[in-house]
């Protein structure tokens, strides 16, 4: 009887607990992401589809493996940002910082997007856009926590980033009756009243309007770059220094007359000289022309590109420059370790032009001094001496512009190198003309091609590598771009101090001044009295060739007014 009563007794404890168990187990889906499953796809572990176990536990995370397992482009190509929120600089330019650390084109680092080739225990990282900081890490989420967007920097409209600040000064600053009397160079202004500066500015025509009062700074010759004074420079000489007061920002296009035709530049032989020549120096009368062409009546092969694109046409050229056919073209060279350094050009036989950053750039540890450098000119090959027809000249002025900003945009990207002797003019060694403002008004277009000379010192990665470099000088045809696509194609701030040339994603034409040296010239040719003008110089921009990005120039014609002070270190006469 015991046995029979304790069958059932033992069958209902059994299924008792069976029933508890039951509650204890959850389903297979829910158990895969508590305990560990057999590896997954072991056998054909690189063919079949990813597993986060596999990819992101077992194997190190990392960009490639987490896309293997999501198959979502926004999970690689979102990550380009740093836990501030700040952008990242693209692996194969050098700008705004050089990387040194690794190969990048061997390890095959795409776009800007964050990656760890260092293995760095911080994780994924990229180099920064900020020139004051190198790099950061990224805000890629770790396995197993929410895959979110990554932190952006506020969404901001193109437009919105132009409008007026509150502090900038309208126009060229002509109206400021402020009491600013210290420059940015923090000299203290001279007294307008003194008689040493009264000598200066009695041959001036001055604005009427303007009052000038005590040592405040002011703009009574209607300056682009604003408000100015005299101050006391180096051994006692007066020179002029600007003030820090901002402009707000203006049409590239504001000197375009739009109430008709075109205007047309004076004749060869009536040409007004801009400089004072006993301190620019000789060659603003036969700037321009060159010796072995217009002087000769003889086209360059593929000049008729530039003069077809200002009546709509279109001509594919080549990319090697004739021997003599930009015979402004300077090299820019380091003494030692002896390399090419940028482009520059010859304005007269006495100055140089060339990029502020060329000179100066703290992210790259460029601050050099006349003894550091020396210009080549008459070059057509890039390494090899050219007996004959190259000079090498040394320089004893370097002058950057004290608005230059290398901290944000290059804004004012320009210096002026003077040699130390006057250099003679051969058939390869001739000066470019700088622009007026009738030939601003007539040549700076949209759809206008001008042309940039070098020897393929990257643009986008300012690389003096030889396997980066061609043997002889080289030239590429580029449009310039109107301002609003300009603006809209990067988060830089672009200033009226620019502009950018390049082709659109939808032109049949590939090109980019990559091909051409950083600090170089951009020119074109006027078809009124046939001489080349420089436009610009060879600034930044943002990758190689890539669509919807451009080149950008340093506006040359706004920069015209300082030339001439610093030049001539005695103030400016009005455009003509």
């Known amino acids: 009887r015991m046995g029979a009563k304790a069958a059932p007794l033992l069958l209902s404890l059994l299924l008792g607990q069976v029933l508890h168990l039951t509650l204890l187990f959850i389903d297979n889906k829910e158990a895969s992401q508590i305990i560990r499953a057999k590896r997954a796809n072991a056998l054909f572990e690189e063919v079949k589809p990813g597993n986060l176990e596999r990819e992101c536990v077992e194997e190190i995370c990392d960009h490639e493996e987490a896309r293997e397992v999501f198959e979502r482009t926004f999970l690689v190509k979102a990550f380009s940002f740093f836990v501030s929120g700040k952008s990242c600089q693209y692996w194969k330019s050098n700008f705004p910082h050089r990387i040194h650390e690794f190969n990048v084109t061997q390890l095959k680092l795409p776009e800007n997007f964050c990656r760890n080739p260092d293995k760095s225990n911080q994780g994924p990282w990229c180099f920064t856009r900020d020139p004051t900081v190198r790099r950061e890490s990224c805000s890629v989420p770790k396995c197993g926590e929410a895959v979110l967007p990554p ?34 160079g923090g000299r203290t202004c001279l007294q307008w009243s003194a008689a040493e500066v009264q000598a200066l500015i009695k041959r001036k025509e001055l604005l009427p309007q303007v009052q000038l009062v005590k040592n405040h700074c002011r703009n009574p010759d209607g300056d682009m770059e604003g408000p100015w004074c005299y101050v006391k420079g180096a051994g006692g000489n007066l020179t002029i220094d600007y003030c820090d007061l901002e402009l707000c920002d203006a049409p590239l296009d504001k000197f375009v007359d739009e109430s008709g ?69 300077v090299m820019l060279y380091k003494r030692s370790p002896q390399e090419l350094l940028c482009g520059a050009s010859l304005i007269s036989d006495e100055w140089i032009l060339t990029a502020a950053h060329c000179i100066l750039y703290p992210p790259w540890n460029k601050n050099f001094t006349i003894n550091d450098i020396i210009v080549r000119l008459g070059k057509h090959s890039r390494t090899k001496y050219e007996r004959g027809t190259e000079k090498i000249v040394a320089i004893d002025e370097i002058i950057v512009h004290p608005k230059y900003n290398w901290k944000e945009n290059l ?67 580029l449009p310039i771009v109107d301002q609003g696509i300009c603006r809209n194609s990067t988060s830089v701030i672009i200033t009226d101090n620019m502009f950018c040339a390049g082709y659109q994603p939808d032109d049949t034409k590939r090109g980019d001044a990559c091909e051409g040296d950083s600090g170089g010239p951009f020119v074109m040719k006027s078809p009124t009295d046939q001489r080349w003008y420089q436009i610009g110089i060879v600034s930044w921009g943002e990758g190689c060739d890539r669509d919807g990005k451009y080149g950008f120039y340093t506006h040359l014609f706004r920069m015209r007014r300082w030339m001439k002070k610093v030049i001539e270190k005695t103030g400016s006469a009005d455009e003509e």
């Open 151 to 184: 932190p952006r920097p506020p969404t901001v409209k193109p437009e919105e980033r132009y409008l007026k600040t509150k502090d900038c000064l309208d126009g060229n600053g002509e109206t400021y009756t402020g009491d600013m009397s210290v420059t940015l």
């Open 261 to 329: 035709g075109r205007e047309r530049t004076t004749l060869e032989d009536q040409r007004i000289a801009f400089f004072d020549p006993s301190s620019f120096g000789n060659g603003e009368q036969e700037c321009g022309v060159r010796p072995m062409f217009e002087k000769v009546k003889k086209e360059d092969k593929n000049e008729k590109e530039l003069l077809m694109s200002y009546s709509g046409s279109r001509i594919v050229g080549g990319d090697e420059a004739e021997v003599g056919s930009a015979p402004w073209q």
């Open 411 to 477: 804004n004012r990207d320009i210096a002026l190198l003077h040699m130390k002797k006057p250099v003679a003019f051969t058939n390869e060694i001739h000066p470019v003309c700088l622009p007026t403002k009738n030939i601003a008004k007539n040549l700076m277009f949209a759809g206008y091609k001008g042309r940039v000379t070098g020897w393929g010192n990257l643009r986008e990665s300012w690389s003096s590598s030889p396997t980066n470099l061609p043997s002889v000088l080289q030239q590429i045809h």
